[in-house]
Structure formats: structure tokens, C-alpha cells
């Protein structure tokens, strides 16, 4: 099983460099609405068979263009939602630097609780089982393997690849997921393999080093390109 984790396209939160969480309403900017078109391109030909995204704005628009293009109804899974920033969620990022808290976030993500809001522990958590879930009743429908979509936000990307990659939750920030990239993680049997980190180029095709019904042999490549 294989599954695309694609952060949604450029919001206009990013642009106004703000701490978006869960504010209802932040939508795709004009680069995003592009973003979101060139999805379709870059996944090609690769058989995608279920799209599955937060219930937010900015990942609902970022899929819609390629769920048209498959014919694909997205699922809704409320698990892989953006973080509940609490009481941070819209304030500046420029303000956030000088609060306490965001050293612990940037040295010590594990113990990161935000105020009114959740644990990055927390995050990690649900987004994974989430995914494995998934994971598996797509493995069980489609009788075997399949590639599949997440569409979902950077930190919680970045939690389940660091889960993936089997490194502490407190290293996460050493992880990359740009808006509108990709990152490939095969579940197998054994153990996953991450295939890919924070994709923005053209094709995604080319960025697989095997097949998606193909089981990996040896060790599974690792890396990212923003060509």
C-alpha cells in the first residue's frame, strides 16, 4: 500500500504569514488555485484509486481539480485535520517567535502543548492511526495493493513521516513539506518505507523508484527535490 501524503496549495494564510489552524474560511491564493491544477499533471498516469482529506477549505480546493480529472469522491477524515493552535490560531508568526512556547515547539515537539488547544503528540497520534487505518480498508477493498492520496497540512505530514522514518516525534522539524508537495510512504507487512520527501517538481512518476504493486528490495530511497 502506498500512500501520497500533498499538503494543500499555498493559502492565503501563508501569504499573509499567519497561523491559519483551523480558521474557517482561509482559501487557496491565486499560486495555490495554480498549485492545485498542476496536481493533475503531476500525478499523471500513476493509479491513483482514493483521495482521502482534512475537512478544511485549502485541502477541499486543492483536491477537487484531480478528484474531477479520476472521477473520485474525496473521503473526509476529521484525523488528519490541521493542529488545533488554540489560542495562537490567526496571530502573526512574527509574534509567535517571541513566545516561550515556540522554542519548545522548534527543540521539543513532543512536549509541545499549545494553549486552549492540542499536543503535537497529539497530532501525531491521531494522524497516524488515521492513515494506517485507511491503509488498510483500502488494501482490504481493493484486494491487495493500491495507491492512494492524503491531503492534509505541513506539521501533520511531517508527524507521519517522522513516524514512517521511525525517528522521534522531537526531530520532526527536521522534515520538509512545502505547500503543494508530496511525500511517498509505502506500508508493508514488515515495516514502511518512505519513498519520497516534500516533491514540488513537474511528474511524480519519475520520482517513484518502483512501482506501486512492486515490494521494495533493499533500502528504500530517501530524499527530496524541489526541481
Same mark, same amino acid.
Given at each position: 500500500?502506498? &500512500?501520497?501524503?500533498?499538503r494543500h496549495g499555498r493559502s492565503t494564510s501563508n501569504t499573509a504569514h499567519t497561523l491559519a489552524g483551523r480558521s474557517a474560511g482561509v482559501d487557496l491564493d491565486d499560486t495555490g488555485r495554480e498549485q492545485a491544477e498542476a496536481v493533475v499533471a503531476r500525478i499523471g498516469t500513476l493509479p491513483v484509486k482514493a483521495i482521502v482529506r482534512s475537512p478544511l477549505l485549502r485541502c477541499a480546493n486543492t483536491v477537487a481539480p484531480l478528484a474531477a480529472a479520476l472521477g473520485i469522491e474525496p473521503v473526509v477524515e476529521d484525523r488528519i485535520i490541521e493542529v488545533d493552535y488554540g489560542s495562537w490560531t490567526g496571530r502573526k508568526i512574527s509574534e509567535l517567535f517571541k513566545e516561550p512556547?515556540?522554542? &519548545? &515547539? !522548534?527543540? !521539543?515537539?513532543?512536549a509541545a502543548v499549545f494553549p486552549d488547544g492540542e499536543g503535537l503528540a497529539q497530532v501525531q497520534s491521531r494522524a497516524v492511526a488515521a492513515i494506517r487505518e485507511h491503509d488498510r480498508r483500502l488494501s482490504e477493498t481493493h484486494g491487495g495493493d493500491v495507491l492512494w492520496i492524503a491531503c492534509t497540512h505541513g506539521d501533520v505530514i511531517k508527524s507521519v513521516l517522522a513516524d514512517a522514518?521511525? +525517528?522521534h516525534l522531537d526531530s520532526f522539524q527536521r522534515i520538509t513539506a512545502d505547500p503543494a508537495s508530496m511525500s511517498v510512504i509505502r506500508y508493508t507487512e514488515t515495516r514502511p518505507f518512505v519513498l519520497h520527501v516534500n516533491? +514540488?517538481?513537474?511528474?511524480l512518476t519519475a520520482a517513484l523508484n518502483a512501482a506501486p504493486d512492486a515490494a521494495p528490495t533493499g533500502d528504500a530511497v530517501v530524499g527530496g527535490s524541489t526541481a
Open positions: 500500500m502506498t &500512500v501520497i501524503l500533498l512556547l515556540w522554542k &519548545v &515547539v !522548534q527543540a !521539543q515537539p513532543s522514518l521511525g +525517528t516533491h +514540488t517538481g513537474n511528474g
